[in-house]
């Protein structure tokens, strides 16, 4: 069965920082990526940050311009992504998401999401 779990948000100040985590499990891990998507409240969901499992090779949003960095520590089955620089525009619903083996057009359709961790960024 497989399990992505999130963790880590929070409310933060601008300018703050934030770690997510998701701990995955029950995924042959060898044949996905991990992605992480977000949901503000009245937009669509969009695609964030997605690495590969097989080389760690990564790719970004655009609107991160930077910020963030999605790592992997296979030994522990999680995937981190490491947010600095938050903005208000940050605040969103953060999901973990399995996605193709090659982050092709991640956070359209993921193949499975968890449940979700909240980040809000305000003064």
């Known amino acids: 069965q497989v399990q992505l779990v999130e963790s880590g948000g929070g409310r933060v100040q601008p300018g703050g920082s934030l770690r997510l985590s998701c701990a995955h499990s029950?995924?042959?891990?060898?044949?996905?990526?991990i992605g992480w998507i977000r949901q503000a409240p009245g937009k669509k969901r969009e695609g964030v940050s997605c690495i590969r499992s097989f080389d760690g090779s990564t790719v970004y949003a655009n609107f991160v311009h930077g910020r963030f960095t999605i790592y992997k520590d296979d030994a522990n089955a999680t995937v981190y992504l490491q947010m600095n620089r938050l903005e208000p525009e940050d605040t969103a619903i953060y999901y973990c998401?399995?996605?193709?083996?090659?982050?092709?057009?991640?956070?359209?359709?993921?193949?499975?999401w968890g449940q979700g961790t909240q980040v809000t960024v305000a003064a």
């Open positions: 029950g995924i042959a891990w060898d044949r996905y990526a």
């Open positions: 998401a399995l996605e193709n083996y090659y982050c092709s057009g991640y956070g359209l359709k993921p193949a499975q």
